[in-house]
């Protein structure tokens, strides 16, 4: 490994790439494909992100020639081929589906209708409903709900910059957006419509007097858009941001519970 990744390295910094450079990117990104690399993992009680292998992705591109796919009646023409099934990799996957290689898919996973991009990770026992996208390198847990139509947004460049990370057993409701390499903690809740960039203004309002956090959802937060007036030359406007309104009690820790995170706040899924 560690020759891999000083050969991935001095190549990325190179014009022309040869022959030995080209198997050793083929290379990294089959141990992503196969789960055998991690484009982000935790260790030591943190979460490190491998540049070299966000390196490799896009040295992948450059190596890569655009060339005609097909998936049933459907036809594509692009760089990167999609995942093939055969059923022993023990994942559900409905029609139309789509997983580039590079990405991983654990066994235990259900994709419905949806998109999962190069480099990401999908945890065991995960749900990627209906036309969900999860971008290039993120890294989804193991029993995570992505509900219909969430966006899971993807980072290749610049290299030092970390994926969107959801951790195991969170729930993220219809709609949501989670760019920027926001950082979902473990059994968090995400209300319909929840907008997350790294910049975008998380408060905890369960006290007297709110908290502000950016980049990072509390273990076990219940969250729900919010806004708050903020002063312009030309005004005063509501400007989004994210309302911690509560922690999700014991009594929904099961992922066929979630939705009552929720409803015991009275929030829409």
Known sequence: MTDLIARIDAAYNKANLDADDKAAIEEAVRLLDSG??????????????????????????????????TSGPFSYYDKIPLKQWNGSEGVRVVPQALARYGCYIEAGVILMPSYVNIGAYVGSGTLVDTWATVGSCAQIGKQV???????????????????????????????????????????????????????TPILDVRGSEATTIRGTVPRNA????????????????????????????????????????????????
């Open 145 to 199: 709900h992505l509900s219909g139509g969430v966006g899971i947004g993807g980072v290749l460049e610049p290299i030092q910059a970390d994926p969107v990370i959801i951790e195991d057993h969170a729930f993220i409701g219809s709609r949501c957006i989670v760019v920027e390499g926001v950082h979902v903690q473990e059994g968090a809740v995400l209300g319909a419509g929840v907008v997350l960039t790294s910049s």
């Open 36 to 69: 055998e690399g991690r484009v982000c993992e935790f260790d030591e009680n943190r979460w490190k992100t491998n540049q070299w292998l966000k390196k490799a992705l896009l040295l992948y591109f450059r190596v890569s020639d655009s060339e005609a796919l």
């Open 222 to 269: 219940v969250v729900i858009p919010g806004s708050r007036q903020k002063k312009f030359p030309a005004g005063d406007f509501d400007v989004p941001c994210a309302l911690i309104i509560g922690e999700r009690s014991a009594s929904t820790d099961r992922k066929t519970g979630l939705t009552a995170a929720l409803r015991d706040f009275n929030v829409a899924v």
